[in-house]
Every structure is written in C-alpha cells, then in structure tokens.
C-alpha cells in the first residue's frame, strides 16, 4: 500500500487539529440563535430567560432524579425476581399469600414520594399565580386564528399579530410558522402581567423560554406574569386545538430595552391608532 508524504501527513493532522479547536467556537456562536427557538435534534428544553421559567426548570429536574431512581430501583427489582425465582432454581413455588410489613412499605413509600413531589409543586403553582406588582399590563385575546394585543398602560392602543406567509418569512429571516406582522414587544428586567381571554373558542397563550402558558378562555381573563432577563426575540405558539387554523397562531416577543421600549411605544400609539390595529385580520392558508 502507497504512503502519503510526511508533510501532507502533518498537515492533515495540522487541519484536523484546527477544525476540532474551532468546534466550542462555532457551537458557542450557534447557540444564542438556538436559543430563541427549537431546533433539530434539540435535546432538552429551550434555555430559561424568567425566573418563572427558572423554578420550572428546578422542579424538572428534580422530578428527573426522583423519576430515574424509581425506574432503577423497580429494573432491579424485576432482574432480581427474574433470577432468584425462576422454575428452575425455585421449583416450589411459595404460597405467601399476606405480608403486613411488605404491603405497608408498598403503601406508604409511594404516599412520602408524592408528599416529596406535591410540596415543592405547589410553592411552584403559588409563585406563577402570585403575580408581584407589576410595572405593566398587557392584555390579549386569542381569536380564530390569531393574537390581538392591547397595551392599556401605555396609551391604550392595541394591535392584531397574525402569522406572516412563507414568502415573508423568508423575506424578514424569521422561523417558518412562528414569525408574526406585529410583534409584542416588552421592556427588559421590568415585571409584565398579562391578561388572557378569547373572543370565540378556548386558545392557549404559550411562550417556552418565558415559561408561561395561560388558557384564553371566552368570558373569563386569566392572569399571568413573566420578567425577562436578558434582550432578544422568544417564539411560541398557541397550545390548544382550537380550529383548523390551530398551528398558524405564532407568538413572537420582542424583549428590548426601556429606552428602545418608550422609542417603540411612542411609534405604536401613531400607528395603530391611526388603522385600528394595524394588521388586516385573516385566517392562514391551512394548506401551508
């Protein structure tokens, strides 16, 4: 078999070397896009930017420990069976038939687990639903099939988001299905509540990185609040079958700073409240 020369040797490896050190760098550079979004082969959920989103991620993962440590503990469980009484090294079968203590650690090991699960669960429910003081409301109502938003405190003027076609999408760089016209847009660092209903059939507000997902019911508002942490655009979707339509109502947030978000407020109260809205509501091509 022919040998390669030295020096092509050497630089190959000299290549292959620079490739592999470029790798956390080009991961590094990949990874703030992935985080506004999903992406293939994702493995877990996307990253947090609330402190809502925070402690449903602490809750996750704990529950993953206690998870995986039963799932052991009941595979050794069946080897251990399997081994120690199969027919032919326990050719009698045993005719135990009642163990008072066996059956009261059976009972009472599952109650102390679920016990374990529903306490931090329930400081978990009591933090998303105790809303601190809020330094702004937004309200928003799920229609068949698209998003309207209504800023009260900042001049009362409210818009339609509707989804934008795959032309558009292409167009402004935005994720297919999930880039909208009008975009909510909220300040950084500042505490939003939102207020939740629907106009028609039952909707559900979900934003994965902002770790709210609030029911839009007709005739009932539903509160909910989140702070984001750090600028950026944060994608979701509705997540209740409610039509036809169901996957073409997108969410896009545009989490900027104070001074970019009185900049913004100040163009918006001009332009959607000069067309009521600013958007022409439709319903997406559900072919698409």
């Known amino acids: ?7 092509r040797v050497t630089g190959f490896a ?15 550079m990949a990874l703030p896009a992935w985080a506004e979004v999903p992406y293939d082969w994702q493995l877990g959920m996307q990253p947090s930017v609330t402190t809502v989103r925070d402690h449903i991620d602490g809750l996750n993962n704990e529950l993953l420990v206690i998870i995986t440590v039963i799932a052991v503990f009941v595979l050794a469980l069946l080897l251990y069976v399997m081994i120690r009484f199969n027919a032919r090294r326990h050719p009698v079968p045993s005719r135990t038939t009642h163990n008072t203590l066996l059956e009261l650690v059976w009972t009472m090991v599952p109650v102390l687990i679920l016990v374990i699960i529903a306490v931090p669960s329930f400081k978990l429910l009591y933090f998303m639903s105790d809303t601190p003081h809020a330094h702004m409301t937004v309200k928003i109502t799920g229609h068949q099939w698209y998003w309207s938003y209504e800023y009260p405190d900042q001049g009362d003027f409210n818009f339609d988001s509707n989804i934008l076609s795959d032309a558009q ?25 939102v207020l939740v209903t629907s106009t028609d059939v039952i909707h559900s507000w979900f934003v994965p990185s902002v770790g709210v997902q609030e029911y839009a019911v007709p ?3 539903n509160e909910a609040w989140f702070k984001i942490e750090r600028p950026g655009v944060y994608y979701g979707q ?4 409610c039509g036809i339509n169901h996957p073409f109502m997108p969410i896009e947030i545009h989490a900027v700073s104070a001074e970019d978000f009185a900049k913004w407020t100040a163009d918006a109260k001009k332009k959607y409240s000069s067309n009521d809205g600013g958007a022409l509501r439709f319903a997406a091509d559900a072919s698409r």
């Open 219 to 221: 005739g009932r508002v």
């Open 14 to 28: 000299r290549r292959t070397g620079r490739a592999l050190l470029a790798i956390p760098s080009l991961l590094a």
């Open 1 to 7: 078999m022919a040998r390669l020369p030295a020096d």
């Open 169 to 193: 999408d292409r167009e402004k760089g935005e994720p297919r299905l999930l880039g909208v016209n009008n975009v909510m847009v909220v300040p950084v660092g500042k505490v939003v509540r």
């Open 238 to 241: 509705c997540n209740q079958i």
